[in-house]
C-alpha cells in the first residue's frame, strides 16, 4: 500500500503486510486402492502364461495423475512377468474412476497348489503435484500341474481395520483382523494366531499377544478382535506386525503362514505457552507492546504454526508465520498494538498450527488491558497578563514534554520485556 500527501504538507509513504486465505474444501482427497483381480479361469495353471488384470480405482472425489503400478515379488522358479515390464502407467484417473491394468505372468510347471501374494506398489499424484504413495499385497491362486480342488490349505489375512485413520501414540485401540480359508474343499482348524510388532511398539491389553481360532471352513472368514496399545514416545511413521499362524487340515497335517500388517502412528502435539508480557501502564493513544514465549514440549514437529493476534484496537505487524518447531525448541512473539479508548479492552493472541498427519489445531490466550486516559498537562505559574503568542508557544512546547514523556514511558516497557523474555530464554536453554 503506497500512499502520498495532499500537498498541506502532510508526508506520503507506505506500509506492507501479509494476508492470510483460510481455503475450505469440502472434496475427499485422492485415494487410490487395488478393488480385486480379474482372472481368465478360478486360478492360474502352472507352464504357461496367463493374462491377468488389476482393478483399480480413485476413492476420492478429485482426479489423480502420473499414476504408477510397480508389482514385486517374483522367483525365476515360481511365478514371474512374461516379458512384460514390472511398471504400468496411467496418466490420469478421474474421481471414483476405475482402471483395469493388465499384467502378464508365468507360473512355473514346479509350482505347487494354492495361493501366492504379490506386492504391489501404487504412487501417483494429485492436481496440485502432491505425490502419494501406498503399498497393497495381491493373491494369486494357482492350479498345480494335474491337480484337483484338493490344494493345500492356506490362513492368509484378507483385511483389517481400526477406528481410525491413525493410532495415538499412546492410546489403546481395537484392532480386527479377518482371516481367510483360500482352500475351496478343506476346512483348517486349531488355528493359533501370534502378533509380533516392529520395535515391540505394540502392546496387547488384557490379553496376551497371541489368540486361538477353533475352525474356518473352506472359503469361510473368522473375524478377531485384539485390543493393542501404541507405545507413548513411537515416532510418526507406519509399523508393521507380523501374524504368525499355526493351523491344521482335517488330516491333521500341520501348517504355517506369516502374514504382515501396517500401522500408522500419531504422536500428539504439546504446545505450552506462557503468559503474556505486557507493561505495568498502558496509555489511549500510546504505542503498547504484547509479547509471549511458546515451546515444544511434546515429541514429534509442531507444522505449518501461525500466531496472529485479535482485539478491539489497532494491531501493527499481528502475523507471524513461524513454520515448523522441533521438539524441545522455543520462540517468542511480540506485537505493537495502539489502544484507541480507555478502560477495559479484550483481546487474544491465537496459535494456529498442524500435527503431521495435517489435522489442525487452535490455542488461543485471552487478556485484557487495562487502558489509562491521557490527560493534557496544565498550565501551572503562569501570569494571566500572557500574550497570546507567548500562552500557545508555551503550550506547544508542554505538549511536545508530554509526547517525549510518553515515548520515553512505551520504549522503557518494551525494553523490559525484552530484558524478561530473554532472560527467561536463557534459563529454558540451561534447563536443556
Not at 83 to 110: M, T
Not at 121 to 140: A, F, G, I, R, S
Request: proline content about 4%.
Amino acid at each position: 500500500l503506497t500512499y502520498e500527501g495532499d500537498g498541506d504538507g502532510t508526508i506520503g509513504g507506505s506500509e506492507s503486510g501479509t494476508i492470510y486465505v483460510k481455503i475450505i474444501n469440502d472434496y475427499k482427497q485422492p485415494e487410490l486402492k487395488l478393488m480385486g483381480i480379474d482372472l481368465p479361469e478360478d486360478k492360474l495353471p502352472v507352464g504357461t502364461s496367463s493374462l491377468i488384470k488389476l482393478r483399480i480405482q480413485n476413492l476420492g472425489d478429485l482426479m489423480i495423475k502420473n499414476v504408477e503400478l510397480k508389482l514385486n515379488g517374483f522367483s525365476s522358479q515360481g511365478i514371474n512377468l512374461d516379458n512384460w515390464p514390472d511398471i504400468q502407467y496411467v496418466k490420469s484417473l478421474e474421481g471414483h474412476a476405475v482402471k483395469l491394468v493388465e499384467y502378464k505372468l508365468f507360473i512355473d510347471s514346479k509350482v505347487e497348489s494354492g495361493t501366492y501374494p504379490l506386492d504391489l506398489n501404487l504412487k501417483y499424484k494429485d492436481e496440485n503435484d502432491k505425490e502419494y504413495t501406498h503399498d497393497t499385497v495381491l493373491y494369486v491362486p494357482v492350479s498345480g500341474k494335474g491337480s484337483t480342488d484338493d490344494l493345500t490349505p492356506r490362513v492368509i489375512i484378507d483385511n483389517y481395520y481400526y477406528p481410525s485413520e491413525y493410532v495415538e501414540a499412546g492410546q489403546t485401540f481395537p484392532l480386527t483382523i479377518s482371516f481367510y480359508n483360500t482352500n475351496e474343499s478343506t476346512a483348517v482348524k486349531n488355528i493359533k494366531v501370534s502378533l509380533n510388532s516392529d520395535e515391540q511398539i505394540f502392546s496387547p491389553v488384557g490379553s496376551s499377544n497371541s489368540f486361538f481360532i477353533k475352525e474356518i471352513k473352506p472359503q469361510e472368514f473368522s473375524e478377531n478382535i485384539i485390543n493393542l496399545k501404541a507405545k507413548i514416545d513411537a515416532e510418526n511413521r507406519n509399523y508393521n506386525i507380523s501374524a504368525d499362524i499355526e493351523y491344521q487340515d482335517e488330516s491333521g497335517e500341520k501348517f504355517t503362514e506369516k502374514e504382515m500388517i501396517s500401522i500408522p502412528v500419531n504422536q500428539q502435539l504439546n504446545l505450552t505457552i506462557s503468559n503474556i508480557e505486557m507493561p505495568p501502564q498502558i496509555f489511549e493513544g500510546s504505542p503498547t507492546s504484547l509479547a509471549v514465549d511458546f515451546y515444544n514440549t511434546g515429541r514429534t514437529i509442531i507444522r505449518n504454526l501461525i500466531i496472529k493476534t485479535e482485539g478491539d484496537f489497532e494491531i501493527q505487524d499481528g502475523t507471524l508465520f513461524i513454520g515448523n518447531l522441533e521438539p524441545g525448541k522455543d520462540n517468542y512473539y511480540d506485537v505493537t498494538i495502539i489502544a484507541h479508548e480507555e478502560g477495559e479492552l479484550e483481546g487474544k493472541i491465537i496459535f494456529e498450527y498442524e500435527d503431521g498427519v495435517g489435522t489442525k489445531f487452535t490455542s488461543e490466550q485471552p487478556f485484557i488491558l487495562e487502558v489509562m486516559a491521557y490527560e493534557e498537562p496544565h498550565m501551572m505559574g503562569f501570569e494571566n497578563d500572557l500574550d497570546s503568542a507567548e500562552k500557545q508557544s508555551t503550550l506547544k512546547k508542554w505538549h511536545i514534554a508530554a509526547g517525549i514523556l510518553v515515548l520515553i514511558v512505551g520504549l522503557t516497557a518494551f525494553l523490559i520485556i525484552r530484558r524478561r523474555r530473554k532472560k527467561k530464554l536463557e534459563e529454558v536453554f540451561l534447563d536443556e
